[in-house]
């Protein structure tokens, strides 16, 4: 081993034993329940004090557990609602709006496709309306002039009550067929509807994401694709917006690069700046290469000024990852999503996916994809880099492909994964990574790499602090010396207000046992106040 990479690996190891102070201070736990096989989950705090969890499988129905402000369980004698009676669908989306639970569950397998939008008390837990929202015609594949991933999307912006639902609309025109999105203000009032159709109805438009601004406006970003003899694969992204009552869209085109080969591209609205952040992830066309290349550019909304977008380099992390892996290492690693902070300032997190296909019977199978090292950029609000860290991981997922965005993707929209791989997803809150990993001993850096987790029974929950100039944070345990768990970080719910995340755990006495677990959050800039008092 080279003298320069093994002091580095030596100084990663020391970073590992160095111990940080308390960050998360367990407050209430509840009591153990059986943990949950598949489907999909939420936790919600809510306004009131109240946390509510959500299950929800296609087989059982809904399930929910509310807890109030003194995390004592509410139960409600006898029940009123029968929840497994709502079984047979998807749960496409669960927010709090109004101080309740909004839930929006469609089932696709009926003639007529059909979303309803079910209101549960944040008081009582009780069911306090059912009502179906779309119920559109059959689809028709063959009209279909717009891809999305769904017939349905529920988009909530995180800033206020208001959220927009993306459905499916047949008429009886033979050239006719696209989509309709309804926006929704407070109270579930609609503030307009309307339809959504090609900028050129001659070509395709590949939706890529939805940003609510209030009850201002909607915009959707997406990429009109050409297919034809004089321009092969050629591509555009353009902004659609609607403004409040209007009924139709207007189109804006980007300075994104065109004709690329697009793999993902997601919106976010920066309420502090009002702006919008605009990203684009772009492969590499040389097939022996497998680098994405990272766009982002800016919108000032009511100007619609777009800023010429420019390439997110990461040195310090790429750099560092050559150091300590080796020099063919460099990193890989693709957008997943951007954090607002409370001053307009902004983390782009990054995470590596190696995935795995197998030809078989001529078939590409995907095998399993590989969750590897994230990385984290902070910027300021004027869009400044200001610093960047390295979490290193290695996690494997059987029989699942993730893509650039999928973390961004899983905000409003829920998707069904096994139980088990929601241990295997970091979560990102501001100044900190939370992942599941395995102790100093077995991780095995020293050998410049890192052993691959295939199940967490040997690992506990972990944070790593996002401060200081070190490239590869300090960590420590989430919980605990006596209580070295793991936690289900991928479903957590953090108030940024009160600094409070509340998460599923599993049980030390029963693998298959899991508990809510509330916790504190000190913000970083605690811990040197702590340690220059001396404590």
Known sequence: ???????????????????????????????????PEDGSARILQLKNGNTLFLHYTSRDGLAIQLFDSAHRRVDTLPPVVNWASFKGGHLDAAFEAGGDAALFISDRELKHPRMRRLTISGVTGQLQEDSVISEPDKINLRKRKVSTASDFLVIKDPWSESYAVWMYFNTDEETDGGYQIVHYGAGHREISRARFKNFNQDQPFRYWDMAVIGEEQLCILGMEEYKTPELKDSTVLKLATLDKGRIFFTFHDLKFPEGVNTVGGFIKYNPY?????????????????????TYLATVKLHSMNVSYPREIYLDKVNRKSIEVFGPKEEYAGVPQNIFIKEDGSYAIVFEELDNHVRMMNNIPTVISTVLANVAVVDFNAEGKEMNSWMVPKRQINQGVIMRPFYVKNRENVQEKLNWEDRYKFFTYIPGYILINDLDEKHKQLERGKQAAIRDVSNCYGYFYELRGEETIPERDLVFTLEERQVAMFSIADYDAEKRRLVTLKRTQENRKGVKLVWLDVAPPRERETRMAKGN
């Open 1 to 35: 081993m080279k003298p320069m990479r093994k002091t580095a690996i030596l100084c990663l190891l020391a970073w590992f034993a160095i111990p940080a102070h308390a960050q998360f201070t367990t407050i209430a736990e509840s009591q153990a329940f059986r943990e």
């Open 273 to 293: 700046t009002d702006q919008l952040l605009l990203m684009q992830a772009v492969k590499e066309d040389d097939k022996k290469s497998q680098k994405t290349s």
